[in-house]
């Protein structure tokens, strides 16, 4: 499991728990699933978390906050579900979000470049 809010949980020393214990009740930016290497090296994160069903702005806005935080993006594997294409990011009204810390002028433009990301796969949810 992986939250993102702006802090990363820890679940060595702070155990497994649910995210919305985690955040207690806040939004999450995400939340998923996150895929490790044998050498403990992220490869990347999906977006089937249970009850929070996400829709593409999760993976534009991840992404985005990856980049951000200077992440190589790509080196990391984005696992969609399979219903999300490039189409959703023409689809959805940007200008309506009013999310703090994203400009959403960007987000459009990120969300075309993640759906054609060449490490963008699919899973069933």
């Keep these: 499991m992986y939250i993102v809010d702006k802090n ?3 679940k060595e020393n702070y155990g497994a728990i649910k995210h919305t214990a985690v955040l207690a009740g806040r939004p999450a ?3 998923g699933e996150a895929y490790f290497k044998k050498d403990g090296v992220i490869w990347g994160i999906n977006y089937s978390s249970g009850h ?3 829709k593409v702005m999760a993976v534009t806005m991840m992404y985005q906050w990856m980049k951000d935080q200077g992440l190589n993006t790509s080196a ?3 696992v969609a579900r399979k219903q999300w294409s490039t189409k959703d990011c023409y689809e959805t009204d940007w200008k ?4 703090h810390a994203f400009d959403v002028r960007v987000l459009e433009k990120t969300c075309r470049e993640v759906t054609k990301s060449p490490t963008w796969t699919f899973k069933d949810d």
């Design 8 to 10: 990363l949980w820890d």
């Design 29 to 31: 930016l995400s939340a």
């Design 52 to 54: 929070y069903r996400p």
């Design 76 to 78: 990391f594997n984005w």
């Design 96 to 99: 309506s979000f009013e999310i």
